[in-house]
């Protein structure tokens, strides 16, 4: 206890350059804090994207593309699913539900998605939360949308409100549904997902957008169909870009993707999407751990930086140490001294750098989200942080050791000359 007394008094005595120290030390483990929460908040966006989805069946590719565009609405589908071959594997009698999904349209910047009122009903994410409306319902006309909750913000869109569609996925679009403009009807609740930055229509709505529309071309002003002609068609799609499939047991899971990679009607893909999420996160993994490394460089840096103050005040303090050892310090009580003083201040810097860290997670929270889509929950520090946090006081008492060691070997002799 006097131990810890004597080296607050010490620190103070030299607070400022203590200061400086603890403010690299509490500037690299913000550092550190910050990409480790990151990293643990986009990995949990990864799983709870979606849940409760046995397979997801698209045109055949790779898993992971099919992840992408289906899920997160990232890239392309090489080729779509017929209508004919979507319904027969939907009546199957193992299969509980299914959600189509048809894209290749979007608004301002945003993914339109074109389904049924299954969406609402069977799409989980985040363990077994269902969609929720904060504004409105789902689409009771043709020409109703249901707005993501990034899509009414950014957009400052209210239910009743006009908007229309563009041919494609570009941000700026020359090609649009100017005939044919839907209706705001419901603005989802924040998932945290891709669903807040997506336009939900129906799949009879993408069929009359597009009905008076051949190779990627509006017909011509004589030819066009209205919007009020086209309620009148027929408008079953013709083929889906992917869907999703809710078996009634978790035992027919594996027999079905295998029955529909082996289908022999058209080339399809099937895929469990915890899996292809682990994969996806096997090659994003690389960047985040990258990261890691560079944050944990970081703290070393500071750490150095902490041994340098100290191992640079030495010399200062020969006349201090000698004091000590003529007023009755052993060599010990000096060499537990400096390493005492290299916790303390690694312990404060860690303190600081954890304080500093929640604060910005607490201030970034909103922007990390509208702009990321990622949720960084702002809770207690997990056993792995803790134990990080534990390693860096840790090593900062090892190299402390150091200048402990120095300061032990310092006679009293030799602190108390004075050399020219």
Known sequence: MELLRLA?????????TALLTISAIAISVTLLLGVEKLRTAAREGFA?????????????????????????????????????SYRKIAAHPDVAWTIPISLGDSHRGFRVLGTDLDYFAHYRYAGDRGLEFAEGGSWGDLYDAVLGADVASELHYRVGDSIVLAHGIGSVSFAQHKDKPFRVAGILKRTGTPVDRTVHVS???????HIDWQSGMQASPEARISAEAARHRDLTPDSITAFIVGMKSKVTVFMMQRAINEYSEEPLLAIIPGVALQQLWSLVGIAD?????????????????????ILTSLNERRREMAILRSAGARPYHIFMLLIVEAGLLSLLGVLAGTALSYLLLISAQPLIMSHFGIYVRVAVLRPEELMILAGIVGAAVLMGLIPAWRAYRNSLADGLTIRV
């Open 203 to 209: 799949l009879e709505a993408i069929t009359a957008i």
């Open 8 to 16: 607050v008094r010490s620190l103070w005595n030299r607070r400022t």
């Open 48 to 84: 709870n994207t979606i849940s409760g989805a046995d397979l997801i069946v698209g045109a055949r590719s790779g898993p992971i593309n099919l992840l992408l565009y289906s899920v997160f609405r990232i890239g392309d589908a090489t080729a779509n699913v017929t209508w004919q």
């Open 289 to 309: 751990r990258a990261l890691m490394i560079i944050a944990a460089f970081v703290v070393f840096a500071g750490l150095l930086g902490m041994l340098t103050a």
